[in-house]
């Protein structure tokens, strides 16, 4: 077999991670489920469920994927051989699978959007129809299937050209660059007229439209936005070197991950407001908001509002590839370490797999609207499947691992570098008890908040 690749530095394994935790979850997903969830006080749960449940099981699959430098099926068989264990590396192959095909179709949409905003639509003679521009594109046929491929096909390149030479450079490269990119468009939103009620949103909490449903869609949210519960973080922790501090790594991922989440936040509410939109409106919401502000800004300064648009799309269009390739990567270390695919081999066949599933979730907006599994359409169920369950399990699985399966002894040396890392030795109690009791117990018990309230 192949020498195993890993990353060249701390810097690659932390841009390699917050490449795949930073995509649509913080700029597409994160705005909208704030404002479903009612503003503020869902952030504040949100944020305490990114440091008491999603932190320790991004901890947890850390742990295991570098003890074992080996994917989930691998790890487990070096762990716990000859245990059921096996089984959860069968729920982080086609966990990450069903999430790419419709991930990639809302990077299709990006995708339109960016030459959208590269052939200046945004102008005020399409003021009237922004409204419309969305609606119509999404349940169009061919349009979101082209974009679609072209997604989902760019996805597979980069993962095809490898660890360190796709991935790694891909992600160094266009990670900072983004963090530049959003901070400048949120500078302009929060200038805007009406600005004002969008910021107080995001900061100021009304508990008491906090619902049961809305804490379990923060929770799942915060596992969307750090890529958790589906091997992917597992997977490229397998990456890590030896010597890398596991902690240092994690909380610099979920940290970038976090301040990128809030800053898109900040760049989109204001817009909401100003463009006089409900902040409920759901997944369209970036989509119908942004574009009424390019329009509006394009009445003064229309290349201003050109750029800004061409550098908002942009961004999520790049944040998108560099999480869909972690998903893709998933699929093929599973398919050339278990099976013994060549890697070219493995890449086709994740992109012929995803690639149908997606084409049926995109024509579920037009076409195939009114195919429904349990009342949701294939996209919502596909969604549903992902982040309310699939990722509540694995990373409940993961945490149980690393607390009750794996000998103290390993978690502990893991975890400090056999205790070179005096600061990660001195919290390791701390830690290792959140990993073994709070985090699971937190999780079941939103689990079942969740069943009851759907
Ligand atoms: N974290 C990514 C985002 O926020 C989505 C993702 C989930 C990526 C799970 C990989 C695995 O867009």
Request: a neutral charge.
């Given at each position: 077999m192949a020498k195993r690749e890993t990353f060249g530095s701390r810097f690659a394994v932390i841009m390699a991670m917050a490449g795949s935790a930073i995509g649509l979850?913080?700029?597409?997903?994160?705005p909208y489920t704030v404002g479903e969830g009612g503003g503020a006080a869902f952030?504040?749960?949100?944020?305490?469920?990114?440091?008491?449940?999603?932190?320790?099981?991004?901890?947890?699959?850390?742990?295991?994927?570098?003890?074992?430098?080996?994917?989930?099926?691998?790890?487990?068989?070096?762990?716990?051989?000859?245990?059921?264990?096996?089984?959860v590396g069968l729920l982080t192959v086609i966990a990450p699978l069903i999430l790419v095909s419709y991930y990639s179709v809302v990077g299709g949409w990006s995708f339109e959007y960016l030459l959208k905003a590269l052939s200046f639509s945004f102008n005020a003679d399409s003021m009237d129809q922004i409204d419309s521009m969305f609606g119509n594109f999404i349940s169009g046929t061919w349009g979101p299937l082209l974009c679609h491929t072209l997604f989902i096909t760019a996805t597979c390149l980069i993962v095809l050209?490898?660890?360190?030479?796709?991935?790694?450079?891909?992600a160094k490269l266009t990670m900072p660059l983004l963090f530049v990119l959003i901070v400048l468009i949120m500078i302009y939103a929060v200038s805007l007229p009406g600005a004002a009620q969008g910021v107080e949103y995001m900061l100021k909490p009304d508990f008491s439209k906090l619902t049961g449903r809305a804490v379990a869609s923060a929770m799942g949210q915060s596992f969307f936005?750090?890529?958790?519960?589906?091997?992917?973080?597992?997977?490229?922790?397998?990456?890590?070197?030896?010597?890398?501090?596991?902690?240092?790594?994690?909380?610099?991922?979920?940290?970038?991950?976090?301040?990128?989440?809030?800053?898109?936040?900040?760049?989109?509410?204001?817009?909401?407001?100003?463009?006089?939109?409900?902040?409920?409106?759901?997944?369209?919401?970036?989509?119908?908001?942004m574009p009424y502000i390019f329009v509006k800004m394009?009445?003064?300064?229309?290349?201003?509002?050109?750029?800004?648009?061409?550098?908002?799309?942009?961004?999520?269009?790049?944040?998108?590839?560099?999480?869909?390739?972690?998903?893709?990567?998933?699929?093929?270390?599973?398919?050339?370490?278990?099976?013994?695919?060549?890697?070219k081999k493995a890449v086709f066949v994740i992109l012929a797999l995803t690639w149908t599933l997606g084409v049926f979730c995109s024509l579920s907006f037009g076409p195939l609207g009114d195919a429904k599994i349990f009342g949701s359409t294939i996209f919502e169920a596909c969604d549903k499947l992902i982040s309310n369950y699939l990722m509540a399990i694995?990373?409940?699985?993961?945490?149980?691992?690393?607390?009750?399966?794996?000998?103290?002894e390993t978690v502990r040396n893991e975890f400090t570098n056999y205790g070179k890392f005096r600061f990660n030795d001195k919290v390791f109690g701390a830690v290792y008890f959140i990993i073994r009791f709070v985090a699971p117990i937190g999780i079941v018990a939103i689990f079942l908040t969740n069943l009851l309230f759907q």
């Open positions: 979850g913080n700029i597409w997903r994160f952030i504040i749960v949100y944020l305490i469920s990114s440091l008491f449940l999603a932190m320790p099981i991004f901890m947890a699959e850390s742990i295991i994927g570098r003890t074992a430098h080996a994917g989930t099926f691998g790890s487990m068989e070096k762990l716990a051989p000859g245990t059921k264990w096996k089984y050209a490898g660890v360190k030479n796709g991935i790694e450079k891909f936005s750090l890529s958790l519960g589906v091997g992917v973080i597992l997977i490229y922790s397998s990456y890590i070197s030896k010597d890398e501090n596991l902690l240092s790594s994690g909380l610099g991922t979920a940290g970038f991950d976090l301040l990128f989440a809030m800053i898109a936040g900040f760049a989109v509410m204001p817009a909401v407001f100003a463009a006089g939109i409900e902040p409920g409106a759901g997944p369209g919401l970036i989509f119908q908001t394009g009445m003064d300064a229309p290349w201003l509002s050109a750029t800004v648009s061409i550098l908002f799309f942009l961004t999520i269009f790049v944040a998108a590839l560099t999480s869909s390739i972690s998903m893709v990567e998933a699929g093929v270390a599973y398919l050339t370490e278990e099976k013994g695919l060549s890697r694995g990373g409940f699985l993961f945490t149980i691992f690393v607390g009750w399966k794996m000998s103290k």
